[in-house]
């Protein structure tokens, strides 16, 4: 089973797009890169690590992987919260997870939200802000981490070398949460009872 699952409200794509064109390319960039991170320091393949639903994956697949994870990690945002999927997988995290063990929950927060504006059901769930980690950790509690991905694809796509110390920045940042949320995963995962882990298949980590 997989480590952790990421849940993200999808965003609908245009059809006949390429793939600079997905509005969800951040999510699936972001998952790649915590899931690297996540198999490094649990050691364990990147298959193992993580899984998130692709367009056209197997819905018999997520719902394993799903079911089957340890740690849920679902990017908080406005659009969350009114998605009627993500809604359907918390509820099965949170009131029927398989086998009596519930995975524990790791929020991220994807673009920014008050707590006074979660879900009654969500609100001791509010996403954590790492401590001692200078500016890093302010743009991630005030932009949320979809701003930071975003102004870091902005910056390196634009050729002006001006733009390349910015990018260095905003890229340091990014790595910084993203290490800490893969630790946060990686330590939780330790707290919840579960049998050995197999490949969930179908929206796993790239193989690289």
């Given amino acids: 089973m997989p480590m952790f699952f990421m ?14 064109q997905d509005p969800n390319r951040l999510v699936f960039q972001f998952f790649d890169e915590l899931c690297a991170k996540v198999a490094r320091h649990a050691r ?3 298959e193992e ?24 990690v679902p990017l908080y945002s406005k659009r969350y919260f009114s998605n009627p999927q993500c809604g359907r997988q918390w509820t099965a995290v949170t009131q029927g997870a398989a086998q009596g063990a519930r995975p524990s929950i790791v929020p991220v927060l994807w673009t920014p939200y008050s707590p006074t504006s979660l879900p009654k059901r969500v609100k001791e769930q509010y996403p954590e802000v790492p401590e001692g980690m200078g500016e890093a950790a302010e743009n991630y509690a005030s932009v949320g981490l979809h701003r930071l991905l975003d102004q870091l694809l ?14 260095a920045q905003v890229a340091s940042q990014v790595a910084q949460v993203t290490d800490w949320l893969a630790q946060r995963i990686v330590d939780q995962a330790a707290t919840v009872p579960g049998q050995p882990r197999t490949p969930a298949g179908g929206g796993g980590c790239p193989s690289r």
């Fill in 7 to 20: 849940s993200y409200a999808r965003v609908p794509a245009p059809r006949h797009r390429d793939i600079s």
């Fill in 44 to 46: 364990v393949s990147r």
């Fill in 49 to 72: 690590a993580g899984y998130v639903e692709r367009p056209g994956a197997p819905g018999e697949r997520s719902i394993k992987a799903l079911l089957d994870c340890q740690v849920f």
């Fill in 154 to 167: 902005d910056l390196t796509e634009r050729p002006d070398p001006e733009d390349e110390h910015a990018a």
